[in-house]
Structures are given as structure tokens and as C-alpha cells.
């Protein structure tokens, strides 16, 4: 994917996808890598250490600025899509373990994982087509 929209109408869906998603994650990423707020506070609660939280959300930082840097290059767009889903299918799969799907106080904070590995899912799948 380029800034140079060759298949139109698929591009600005990657492009507005990308950046969509890559605000969700910086989002994501800040209180983890500050250890702060209720993103913090919960994965503490559930046995995740400092350094794990930090990396998650290091992990969130980096997959973010290579979706940027990969509007202009666009194997490494592909790449960060790539790796941000499965870092957020496992975000998925860490909220299915404990049951927060099930628990209306941590629905809420459930979700927002699997939105983005659903706009995760569509920028793989439009940089596949352009």
C-alpha cells in the first residue's frame, strides 16, 4: 500500500483502516507502557507482571508506527497488520480464559481488543488486494 492510490477505492479503506487502527492502539499502548488506569490495574489483578505489561504495549506502540511507516512502504504496513492480529486474537483469547465476556463489568474492555483485530483483519485482507 502506498500514498499513491493505485486501486482506488481498496486503498482508502487500508489507508483510513490503517490509521483508524493505529489511533485504537496508541489508545491501547499508553497506559500499559505508563502502568497506569484500568488496563494496568487489571492485568496485575490477573498475574501479568510490569515488564509483560510493558511489552504488550510496546508490542501495541511498534505494530502502530509500522502501520504508519507502512502507508509508505508497504511490506511493512502488511507486516505490523500481520503481527497486530495475532497480538490481538491472543488479547482475545487471554479475555475468553477469565471470562470477561461473560462479566458485564469487563465486557466493555473485552470488545475493544476484538474491534481492533477486526479492523486489523480488514487492513491484511485490503493491502492483499492492492
Known amino acids: 500500500m502506498t500514498v499513491q492510490i493505485e486501486g482506488y477505492p481498496v486503498a482508502v479503506v487500508a489507508i483510513v483502516a490503517a490509521?483508524?487502527?493505529?489511533?485504537?492502539?496508541?489508545?491501547?499502548?499508553?497506559?500499559?507502557?505508563?502502568?497506569?488506569?484500568?488496563?494496568?490495574?487489571?492485568?496485575r489483578d490477573r498475574g501479568l507482571s510490569e515488564n509483560q505489561v510493558r511489552a504488550i504495549g510496546g508490542a501495541e506502540l511498534a505494530g502502530a508506527l509500522g502501520l504508519l511507516v507502512g502507508l509508505f512502504w508497504g511490506p511493512l504496513g502488511l507486516a505490523a497488520a500481520v503481527a497486530l492480529l495475532a497480538l490481538l486474537l491472543g488479547a482475545i483469547g487471554f479475555h475468553v480464559k477469565h471470562g470477561d465476556y461473560g462479566n458485564p463489568d469487563m465486557r466493555g474492555p473485552a470488545l475493544y481488543p476484538a474491534g481492533l483485530a477486526a479492523l486489523a483483519a480488514v487492513v491484511v485482507a485490503t493491502l492483499l488486494a492492492t
Request: without cysteine; hydrophobic residues 60%; proline residues 4%.
Open 19 to 43: 490509521v483508524v487502527l493505529a489511533i485504537g492502539l496508541l489508545g491501547a499502548a499508553t497506559p500499559k507502557l505508563r502502568l497506569h488506569g484500568t488496563a494496568w490495574t487489571a492485568l
